[in-house]
């Protein structure tokens, strides 16, 4: 069977028992900034008291940030109903006793207090016993809304790039696949709302800017690409290629060009248009009779990886963004495992990740661009279409681990897991680029 009709065949199942078929993202943005020059172990994660925090929502603040901290893997928060208590005292006295922090191996301490819509930060060098960073940030709209909790993650991303030079991760947002409509839900797990309208929904995309979603619509002529609007929930579909066969969309980094894969008798092939779906589309591929699908953008936009059937079964292949220079990427190995698809490109531009067919289950792998080794990150249950936070080293992907299909979060470097979503049936996720999703 052509990889073409097993992508029909995919998305057919997939409205009536779930079965995956696509997820592409290309948020690509590993934002990396002047740390404050703290001093800890190299290898390990910096300990981080953070102070009660005074000012309205205060409590809810300081969880926000601790756990913002905690699900980043790159700091350790150093907590507990004693270290609670002296810290309240300390934040009562706003006075920090640095020798009980450093018994206690802080690297750091943080102290925010909020006075109307503005959040005072103090990091706190312990080593050095004085105050490192000290920063007014913007708080918006009123305690625990949507618009406040996400300008406290992020204030958590800020201050986990002043203690260990790489932005966080937790003001961003994961689109993924229930039911039939697409949702969206904050990295931590919260606020999560649908973004589509009902219908038969696959493989959402987001714009680099974070405004705007492509999704694939099977309608009565077939499966669309349709573009929408979040803020206003304004759509369009795509039209520069006939109907029957359009999937997998992907925004180019500098969020100009949207690629996707359109299908007819003859094949499948990538194609390439203006992000706003207009002009003529411009094919990208030419697999003559194969079927090529799933693109993902390098970071700098010049290069695409894909899926391709050209060499009978499906793996992941590379090329120009013009088409040429086509190289196979994924190891080529005979036998009846060889199924190897839905690459996401990381931002870094260093590793791609992808799903693999082991002993007849998918698994989440990557592999790097300069020499081409492999690595499996996950082996519970089935594990499929993975998508790289903006810090490239997170991933979210769909798992059965729990019995039921739902989105899970791994921290490539530890191998650390959460589960995000806790609804069955939930796949086929992207991870936002930026905060200014609406």
């Known amino acids: ?22 997820a592409t993202a290309q948020q690509q943005d590993t934002t990396r900034g002047v740390r404050i020059g703290l001093t800890y172990q190299p290898g390990t994660k910096p300990g981080v008291v953070v102070f009660p925090v005074s000012g309205a ?48 191996s802080a690297a750091a301490v943080v102290q925010i207090s909020v006075t109307g819509s503005t959040a005072h930060v ?47 991760i937790a003001a961003t947002r994961i689109l993924y696949v229930r039911g039939n409509r697409i949702y969206v839900i904050d990295a931590d797990g919260f606020g999560e709302h649908p973004v ?67 299908g007819d008798e003859n094949g499948t092939d990538l194609y390439i248009v203006s992000a706003s779906g207009t002009g003529a589309a411009r094919r990208v591929t030419v697999g003559r009779g194969s079927d090529n699908v799933s693109p993902t953008f390098s970071p700098d936009g010049a290069r695409l990886a894909f899926t391709s059937g050209r060499a009978g079964h499906p793996e992941v292949y590379t090329s120009d963004v013009d088409g040429s220079n086509v190289a196979l990427l994924t190891p080529f190995n005979f036998g009846d495992q060889n199924y190897r698809s839905n690459p996401d490109w990381s931002p870094d531009g260093r590793l791609i990740a992808f799903q693999s ?38 991933l979210a992907f769909t798992s059965s681990r729990t019995g039921v299909k739902e989105i899970f979060v791994l921290d490539a ?21 930026s905060t200014s999703a609406p």
């Open 413 to 433: 470097e530890s191998g650390r897991a959460r589960q995000l979503t806790h609804d069955p049936g939930a796949r086929l996720a992207a991870w936002s680029h």
């Open 196 to 262: 589509s309208e009902p219908g038969t929904v696959l493989a959402p995309a987001w714009s680099p800017d974070g405004r705007t979603i492509a999704y694939s619509e099977l309608v009565r002529s077939g499966w669309n690409i349709v573009i929408r609007d979040l803020a206003t929930g304004r759509e369009h579909s795509v039209t520069t290629t006939p109907g029957g066969l359009n999937i997998t969309p992907a925004f180019s980094p500098d969020g100009q060009w949207l690629c996707y894969a359109h």
């Open 1 to 22: 069977m052509q990889l073409t009709q097993r992508l029909i065949t995919c998305a057919a199942l997939t409205a009536c028992l779930g079965v995956p078929a696509r």
């Open 122 to 168: 103090n990091v706190y060098d312990v080593s050095a016993k004085k105050v490192a960073a000290s920063h007014d940030v913007p708080v918006s709209g009123a305690p625990n809304t949507e618009d406040w909790r996400m300008s406290v993650h992020a204030m958590a991303d800020q201050i986990e790039q002043w203690i260990t030079g790489v932005h966080g």
């Open 57 to 104: 929502g205060g409590d809810s603040l300081q969880a926000i940030v601790s756990r913002d901290f905690d699900y980043g893997d790159r700091i350790e928060v150093i907590g507990g109903d004693a270290v609670q208590e002296t810290a309240r005292q300390q934040a009562a006295k706003n006075a920090v006793d640095f020798t009980i922090w450093k018994s206690l």
């Open 357 to 394: 067919q082991l002993d007849g289950r998918f698994q989440i792998m990557t592999i790097t661009l300069r020499d081409q080794t492999v690595k499996q990150l996950t082996s519970e249950g089935i594990n499929e279409d993975p998508t790289w936070a903006p810090d490239g080293r997170h």
